[in-house]
């Protein structure tokens, strides 16, 4: 028979998720009452009547980080539509809890860039809802800056490039502002759920990307 404090830890951790899941939900509701109700919806931004620019991205991701977009959260069917459907054939559900780079496209595209869903150009193996062809696509577009290289340095519009988990580039999201050790971000997939966030200036920072007008 399990002791009393043995059964109160496993009730604990059984708990932990839940509460991780309800603290990212009411951090964003935070967010979004601080932001006066300025989050506007994606169809409301009509990409195709303005230029992109770096500004109007940055401006775009920050608002649509605000938007409440969540994968499948406990008790919450995923809110991803409006970015799987930038990509023919994927569902939402396909997107779950690795939908970073989808985000950053979605708003790319919302702020008026033309970027094609799957860059027609040698050496790209899939579409923006993946890492690894922006990664292929910045290469190719001499558009990638990297640590030891010049031009590393984050600004307004650029897209942050981490490494979260492990030893290869897993995460992204759009610069919004760099205060001396820190960058704020617009991002995806911060726990399935967007969020307006702040990241040290570390080794964890593994690239930019930087996209003119």
């Known amino acids: 028979m399990l002791s009393l404090p ?8 059984l708990l932990l ?9 009411l ?7 601080a932001g006066g109700g300025a989050a ?36 919450l069917e995923p809110k991803l539509w409006p970015i799987a459907s930038r990509f023919l054939g994927l569902k939402a559900e396909a997107l779950d809890g690795r939908w970073a780079a989808a985000f950053v496209y979605h708003c790319l595209r919302l702020s008026g860039h033309s ?13 923006f809802a993946e890492i690894e062809p922006w990664l292929e696509w910045a290469r190719a577009s001499e558009c990638l800056f990297l640590p030891d290289g010049k031009g590393f340095a984050p600004k307004r519009g ?6 979260l988990g492990g030893e290869e580039i897993d995460h992204m ?40 007008p």
């Open 6 to 13: 043995l059964l109160l830890l496993l009730a604990v951790l």
């Open 115 to 127: 970027l094609p869903n799957r860059a027609d150009l040698p050496g790209i193996s899939g579409n």
């Open 17 to 25: 998720p839940v509460l991780f899941g309800l603290f990212l939900i």
């Open 158 to 163: 650029d897209i942050a490039l981490f490494c």
């Open 40 to 75: 506007q919806q994606s169809a409301e931004l009509e990409p195709q009547k303005t230029a992109f620019s770096p500004e109007r991205f940055a401006e775009t991701a920050r608002h649509e980080a605000l938007e409440g977009y969540h994968g499948g959260l406990k008790g």
């Open 27 to 33: 951090r964003l509701r935070a967010q979004m009452a």
């Open 173 to 212: 999201g759009v610069v919004l502002e760099r205060n001396g050790p820190e960058i704020f971000l617009a991002e995806g997939d911060v726990g399935n759920v967007s969020l307006l966030t702040e990241r040290l200036l570390d080794d964890r920072l593994k690239g930019l990307i930087r996209i003119g």
